[in-house]
């Protein structure tokens, strides 16, 4: 049974740090490209920051500079640092994995509000 769950979301002021962390089990981990979306209610889901299995990177450019994504392929796990938090990035965080192959694989999705 292939599980993705977040953690690490909650309240925190502008110009606050939240680190997310989402735990995977199930899949081969190691083969496939890492990301993580957020969305707010009313719209779609925006792609943050990905992982590809080689190791690229790549942000959307508002949180270029603000947010790290990382993997750990040996703990089968993808963390965001997020910094620097606006009132823009409140959403709800979802990671979430793919494989040409394999599939692709979504976590329940965790909220980060940021707010004064």
């Known amino acids: 049974q292939v599980q993705l769950v977040e953690s690490g979301g909650g309240f925190v002021q502008p110009g606050g740090s939240l680190r997310l962390s989402c735990a995977t089990s199930g899949i081969r981990f190691h083969m496939y490209d890492v990301s993580w979306y957020r969305q707010t209610p009313g719209s779609e889901r925006e792609w943050v920051a990905r992982i590809s299995l080689g190791g690229g990177i790549q942000y959307r450019y508002p949180v270029m500079g603000r947010f790290t994504i990382s993997r750990d392929n040996v703990n089968k796990s993808l963390a965001l640092q997020m910094n620097s938090l606006k009132p823009e990035d409140t959403a709800t965080y979802y990671c979430?994995?793919?494989?040409?192959?394999?599939?692709?694989?979504w976590g329940q999705g965790i909220q980060v509000i940021v707010s004064s």
């Open positions: 979430h994995v793919f494989w040409d192959t394999g599939g692709e694989y």
